[in-house]
Structures are given as structure tokens and as C-alpha cells.
């Protein structure tokens, strides 16, 4: 797939992320936007808020590095992570970017990533994706330790 990135840079979140990284009012953070595709055909669309990143990071790095080889990098090195998916209404925005009418439902999926400091988890990163139904597939395969 080709990632086209259509924001890249470092601003302060909307207050509800900046409370979800524990941030102070105004703080900047890099403020990601990419949209996927496969064969010319939309498939996702990623909206990411991270903190913790030093230094500038430029729009060329986003189309063929994946996030968290980046993450890796400047030594952000991400212990666990939390996803919730659930469905959502494409909005006019969301509609255009990945070729669907307005309200038309999109699988929606919100990552928390974390790092440990000191033995606490910190967020550090928050990714909403939004995925065209017909065109992305989840699948999960999960081994369990002890079931062998």
C-alpha cells in the first residue's frame, strides 16, 4: 500500500488528547495524517497525536517508514498497546478522503500506545484509524503461552 500525507507537524492537540497525554494547555505534539492506499483505491485513514519524539520529522519519512519503526528510532520504545474497534459514520471529511458517501459506516479503531517510565506507563501516542468496510479486513491470530 502507498501512504499520501496530508498533515505533518508539530501542533498543540484539542484538549481532550492533550488530557489523554497528560499534557500542559498548549504543549506541541506531532499531529500526523495519512491516508492508504492499495492499487489506487483508499483503504484507511490515520490520525495520530504523539509525544515524546525529538526533533523534526518530515512528510517523506511517512510514506515508506511505518510509525513505529520511526517510534523505534528516536528511542520511543512502545511496551504496550490498547485498541478499541468499533463502527462509525463516515463524516464529509472521512466521506471524500476515502471514496464513500457521507454517513456510510467505517470500521473505527483508537491505539493507545505506551512506554514504561520508571515503572509506570505513560501514553505517549494516540492513533484513530477509520477503515473503508469494503476494501479492509481485520484479523487478529492469537497464541496463547500456555496452551501448548
Known amino acids: 500500500s502507498r501512504a499520501s500525507v496530508i498533515t505533518c507537524r508539530r501542533q498543540a492537540p484539542p484538549a481532550a488528547v492533550a488530557e489523554l497525554l497528560r499534557l500542559p494547555a ?54 504496550h498497546v490498547t485498541q478499541t474497534i468499533t463502527a462509525e459514520a463516515a463524516s464529509a471529511e472521512l466521506a471524500l478522503r476515502l471514496e464513500l458517501p457521507v454517513g456510510a459506516p467505517l470500521i473505527s479503531l483508537v491505539r493507545h500506545s505506551f512506554v514504561r517510565d520508571n515503572e509506570k506507563e505513560r501514553l505517549v501516542d494516540v492513533l484513530h484509524a477509520h477503515y473503508h468496510p469494503e476494501r479492509f479486513q481485520y484479523r ?7 496452551s501448548r
Open 26 to 79: 498548549g504543549e506541541p505534539v506531532l499531529h500526523l495524517v495519512r491516508v492508504r492506499a492499495r492499487e489506487g483505491a483508499p483503504f484507511g485513514h490515520y490520525e495520530s497525536w504523539t509525544s515524546g519524539l525529538p526533533g523534526q520529522v518530515s512528510r517523506s519519512t511517512f510514506r515508506n517508514t511505518p510509525r513505529l519503526e520511526l517510534f523505534r528510532r528516536h528511542g520511543l520504545a512502545i511496551s
Open 140 to 146: 487478529m491470530d492469537l497464541e496463547l503461552e500456555n
